[in-house]
């Protein structure tokens, strides 16, 4: 089997919310150089249009819709026309999803009152699970209709590494979320399979992009981070092109209810 045949996303009308910036811009990236059909959907028109600009001048065929996933008429109004526009939905990325702030220790391991439960809102409790979890709920009620009249559809959700292990340096709230998201990863999972919906996660550790006011892109922030990690960096996007593309071609059509983790090694623990 060639590479190139086991990879194939040519042609596949591929979604992505929060497509603009950071991770979900790498996914568009890699669907588009390899010949995907793109629908953007982002919050921030003016960045969407500048996504769907540069995607265009590299040839890609690419359609931007501004919407915010934590409006169910919005978000359902971008898919029906995502879907209008190109006929079907193949691959859906759902990628939006915010930051919670801190952890309750700092950068140097001393505690941070900010981010220790007692001193948490209620409001960063509700947006960041409106953001982050009702809104894979909400994605999930409106492209499984579609995908099961077409008898197939991937929805790859980006979860984290938070997922699964107990954060000092993020905070409690978001890491909380993404551990409901790994959930409903594996429970709609199991639920849509026998209508040949797949339905997975990609997991990464830190990645350099503009969540959390871009903090990561700040040297000294991301000092603790890279410290963490075994591999001795933390992620820019492009490295998860990878496991955006495996989960989104032929060759996982097999996989369904799991995670890819894309972290440097960070869940091991700290190493030398
Ligand atoms: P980012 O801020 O660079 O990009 C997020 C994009 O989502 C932005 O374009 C933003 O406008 C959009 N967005 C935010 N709220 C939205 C809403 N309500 N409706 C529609 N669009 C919205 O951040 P990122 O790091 O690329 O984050 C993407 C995903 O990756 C998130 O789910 C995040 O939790 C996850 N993640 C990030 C990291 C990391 O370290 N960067 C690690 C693990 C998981």
Redesign the pocket.
Known sequence: MQAKKLFKVEDNVVAI??????????YAQVMAANGAKLAL????EQ??TEAVQSLKASGAQVQGFV?????TES?NAAFHAAVENYGRLDVVFA?????GGPGFLNGNGDRNPEGEVENLSMEVWQRVF???VT?LFRTLQVVVPQMKKQGKGRIIV?????ASMAESLVSSI?ATS?STVGHMVRQYAFELAKYGILVNAI??????????G?R?KMTESRRPFEKATPLGR??E?SDLYGAALFLASPASSMITGTQIVVDGGRILGIAD
């Open positions: 919310t929060g497509a603009a910036s950071g991770i979900g811009l790498g959907i982002d919050i921030q960045t969407l919407a915010d996933v934590t409006q978000l990628n939006a999803g915010i930051s409106d953001t982050n809104s980006t979860s984290s590494i938070s978001y993404k997991s990464p550790g830190p990645v350099i992009t503009n969540i959390g871009g990561l933390i992620a996007p």
